[in-house]
């Protein structure tokens, strides 16, 4: 959130034309963004694990009446 209200506050600002000083203004901006610090957030949990299951099917992506089974799943 930090980012991207400093992105937003920024932009407006960016200088248009002049490459040296753009690249000088871009600089100055990712070093503001570098020194934001990201707060303690006590008691929070965020494991890297898969949210559902793999499952052994196609995925309905017409409808229905329209949904063709493949011949591959036929075999299983």
Not at 14 to 36: N, Y
């Amino acid at each position: 959130k930090g980012t991207v209200d400093t992105l937003l506050s920024w932009t407006p600002l960016l200088p248009t034309g002049k490459p040296r000083k753009t690249k000088q203004f871009i600089d100055e901006m990712l070093l503001v963004i570098a020194s934001d610090t990201v707060p303690l957030r006590p008691k929070r949990s965020e494991p890297r694990v898969k949210k559902r299951r793999p499952k052994n099917y196609q995925l309905l992506t017409k409808p229905r009446h329209r949904m063709v089974v493949s011949a591959s799943r036929n075999k299983k």
